[in-house]
């Protein structure tokens, strides 16, 4: 856990009974995505139906999590005290390979990414409960 990181805590969604495997997912180091055993896509985020088909079947799946930048921004105002000391600092959606587009941020970045660039999970301990799920460059 980095202490950089430990005012995020309050922004974070709560967890409840849909999302909790993926928040408990995380917390294990995982990236897990809702499955629908009707039509066969994973889902994010977690709902009691599917989004393609509407079925109720859902389970619960561990994914690589990797995939490619679909679009990204870089910030340069600091529109949260938590967010002050990273600036300016990289957001992306991430395409899964997986299925679902990710929001997240991007660490680890050596020079500028670009759409299309490969990028791997970052799974970032918040504070002793939560992790949160972040991108870096592949490789
Ligand atoms: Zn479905």
Known sequence: MSEEFS???E???EINAINSPYWDGLGEGEVRL???KGCGVNQYPAESFCYECG???LEW???D???EVYSFIVVHQPYHAAFKSFLPYTVAIVQMDDGPRML???LNLDAPINIGDRVQPHIQAINNERSV???EPTG
Do not use: I, N
Request: with cysteine; charged share 15%; hydrophobic share 40%.
């Open 133 to 135: 799920l972040m991108y």
């Open 7 to 9: 005012e995020f805590g």
């Open 65 to 67: 999590g990797g995939g």
């Open 61 to 63: 799946r561990k994914v």
């Open 34 to 36: 809702q499955h629908c």
């Open 55 to 57: 079925s109720t079947d």
């Open 11 to 13: 922004l974070l969604p």
């Open 104 to 106: 997240a941020a991007m």
